[in-house]
C-alpha cells in the first residue's frame, strides 16, 4: 500500500507560479505511474499530467507548456511546476501513484488563482 501527502497549495495570482510536492511512503517500489488530477467546484476531476518510471510524461492540453511534472530519483516525492497560472487553473489538486493493479490518491491541495 501506497501513502500520498500533497503540499505547496496556495492563493496566487494570475501569471504567478506554484510548486506542488506530493510525498508518497509505504510500498514505493511498487509505483510505476504517478500522475496529478485537480477538481475544480462544480466540475469533475479531471487529469492533469503524468509520469512514468521510464521518465516519459503527458500533460492535459490546457496545461501543455505552462506546468511540468517531475519526481525526485528515489521517486518519494513527484512534483507539479505550474506557471501562468489561470483562475481556471483554481482547483484542489490530487496526485496519485499506481503500482500492481491498485490506484492510491492523496487527500488534495487547495489552488486559487484570483486577483
Known amino acids: 500500500q501506497v501513502q500520498l501527502v500533497e503540499s505547496g497549495g496556495g492563493l496566487v495570482q494570475p501569471g504567478e507560479s506554484l510548486k506542488l510536492s506530493c510525498a508518497a511512503s509505504?510500498?514505493?517500489?511498487?509505483?510505476?505511474?504517478m500522475d496529478w488530477h485537480r477538481q475544480a467546484p462544480g466540475k469533475q476531476r479531471e487529469f492533469v499530467a503524468g509520469?512514468?518510471?521510464?521518465?516519459?510524461?503527458e500533460y492535459a492540453d490546457s496545461v501543455k507548456g505552462r506546468f511540468t511534472i517531475s519526481t525526485d530519483n528515489a521517486w518519494n516525492t513527484v512534483y507539479l511546476q505550474m506557471s501562468s497560472l489561470k483562475p481556471g487553473d483554481t482547483a484542489v489538486y490530487f496526485c496519485t501513484a499506481f503500482g500492481n493493479g491498485a490506484r492510491s490518491w492523496g487527500q488534495g491541495t487547495q489552488v486559487t488563482v484570483s486577483s
Open positions: 509520469v512514468r518510471r521510464s521518465g516519459t510524461t
Open positions: 509505504g510500498r514505493i517500489f511498487t509505483i510505476n505511474y
